[in-house]
């Protein structure tokens, strides 16, 4: 039997939550009927409101869901945590998209489908609604990517990925578990190491509800971490 894990990082996100559990929890009913050993796992992140309180109402009525509280370790090193944990339970495939609403649920049957062809499928985001700024960190994140592994990716940090544990597993262990952008250095090793894989346009809506807690400010102090982070990455490859 396939073991399938849909893997969330929340923090902050007590006006999504909810939502967010209810458009992806069909996903992973859906492939249970079809004889898939398949959960919803999220992790909260130290949120400083009440969203692992309303994770845990949720659990009653969605007994596939997993909700797991975590002390606070930012998105990238929340996300590492999830796939080992996914690992560590067995999970053949882990899907990664993020907690806020802004991904769509039925575009991932598209990647699905095709596990069988590819190691990895990454979402490819065009015409994103969540501002400019945004869309200036993804190409400068490209660039930075081309200069420090000499490999171009489409778009290195896409929140909605589908990837083989076996193909993941090797990855994980040259990168920091405290990396921010870690998937982004998913993404460039996969792309270095000459895995298989498939690229999708994928929807990228607005936040529904919330705060995103990522600034300009904030952007360019994890740029800075993140040039000798890859360095160091670059060094164990």
């Known amino acids: 039997m396939e073991k399938m894990f849909i893997v969330m990082p929340a923090y902050n996100e007590a006006d999504n939550i909810k939502d967010t559990i209810s458009q992806w929890y069909p996903v992973v009913e859906d492939l249970a009927k079809d004889g898939v050993d398949a959960k919803l796992v999220i992790a909260n992140d130290g949120s400083k409101d009440n969203t692992f309180k309303i994770m845990e109402e949720q659990q009653g009525s969605h007994p596939l869901f997993v909700p797991i509280d975590k002390p606070n370790s930012g998105h990238g090193a929340t996300v590492l945590f999830l796939y080992r944990y ?34 990895f499928q990454i979402g490819h985001r065009l015409g994103r609604q969540d501002g400019m700024s945004r869309v ?33 597993k090797p990855i994980l262990e040259v990168i920091p578990t405290d990396f921010f952008l870690s998937n982004v250095a998913v993404s460039a090793i996969a792309v270095k190491w000459k895995y298989a894989i498939g690229w999708y346009k994928v929807t990228f809506k607005p936040r529904r509800a919330g705060v995103n807690s990522i600034n300009m400010k904030r952007i360019f102090k994890i740029g800075r971490k993140a040039l000798v982070d890859f360095k160091a990455i670059n060094s164990k490859l």
């Not at 609403?101 to 699905?112: A, I």
């Not at 420090?148 to 990837?163: C, E, G, I, S, Y």
């Open 136 to 168: 200036f960190v993804t190409k400068v994140l490209r660039f930075v990517v081309w200069l420090m592994f000499h490999v171009w990716v489409k778009d290195a940090n896409t929140p909605f990925r589908l990837m083989k544990t076996d193909k993941l």
């Open 86 to 119: 996914a690992m560590e339970n067995g999970a053949d495939y882990i899907f990664q998209t993020d907690s806020d609403g802004q991904t769509d649920p039925n575009e991932f049957w598209q990647m699905w489908r095709n596990r069988d062809k590819f190691d």
